[in-house]
């Protein structure tokens, strides 16, 4: 497809609404609580423009994740996808997903000049992760891609960092956390200068989603509560037919290694 003739669109509404319903309920089955920073900021921002999104991709479950915090912010999206995934799997097309070729990095450099022509307004996001492939969190450096920079030169948008990790606090399960860092607007920056801010911005996000997870530091929005059950953990049902004392010495020994939230 050339640049002139602008992306393949599929987004289809209906799905959409049905997909955030069914994000929400497995996010909530699947994850002791759903945590987000800074979301209130980028709402006001995206009353003022449109923005790129660049988020950590860690994990399986960010694409998913993905779709809860963007109907948290309330935001028309789109997210840039490898071409063959999105074959593989058309309904994340469906979602605004927007295929990107990136075995032929000619083509990919057209596919991306031509995705900045859906940020035509206000409340508008694209996706895409720099990354481009799923990396451990606490890797460095982070291993970022120039195709996040190509896009802020051609469109002018700033640019922000949102940081992704699941980390396990005090059940079997482990939490969510989202943590969006300061916009880096692109002008009068090189890309490599971009990719350096970008990278700065991921860092600190992660450092504070690790200063709640661990301190209960920070000023995160809860989008799914934890689990109701967390203070009994399955050691404690296991032994309640042992007796009280047994349930109450499983139940001790957690608490006493559990995190502060």
Request: hydrophobic letters at 45%.
């Amino acid at each position: 497809m050339s640049p002139q003739s602008g992306p393949l669109v599929t987004r289809r509404p209906g799905f959409l609404r049905l997909a955030r319903w069914y994000v929400r309920s497995r996010m909530k089955k699947n994850f002791d609580g759903v945590y987000l920073e800074g979301a209130p900021a980028l709402r006001r921002l995206l009353q003022a423009g449109p923005v790129i999104l660049a988020p950590t991709h860690v994990a399986w479950w960010d694409p998913l994740f993905a779709v809860r915090i963007d109907e948290a912010l309330g935001a028309h999206s789109y997210a840039l996808m490898e071409r063959d995934n999105l074959t593989r799997l058309p309904f994340f097309g469906w979602l605004g997903a927007i295929a990107i070729d990136r075995k032929n990095p000619r083509e990919a450099l057209g596919q991306l000049h031509a995705s900045v022509a859906l940020l035509d307004g206000p409340g508008k996001a694209l996706w895409i992760f720099p990354q481009g492939e799923q990396r451990p969190a606490h890797l460095r450096p982070l291993g970022l891609k120039s195709g996040v920079a190509v896009l802020a030169e051609a469109g002018g948008m700033p640019v922000i960092p949102l940081a992704l990790n699941y980390l396990y606090r005090r059940t079997e399960k482990p939490a969510a956390f989202a943590s969006f860092g300061q916009p880096i607007e692109p002008r009068g920056l090189s890309r490599r200068a971009l990719l350096g801010a970008l990278e700065a911005g991921l860092e600190s996000a992660l450092g504070r989603i690790d200063a709640f997870a661990t301190r209960a530091e920070g000023d995160f929005e809860e989008l799914s509560a934890p689990s109701a059950n967390a203070a009994e953990p399955r050691a404690a049902k296991l032994l309640k037919p042992f007796g009280k004392e047994a349930a109450n010495s499983a139940t001790s020994a957690r608490q006493k290694g559990a995190v502060r939230t």
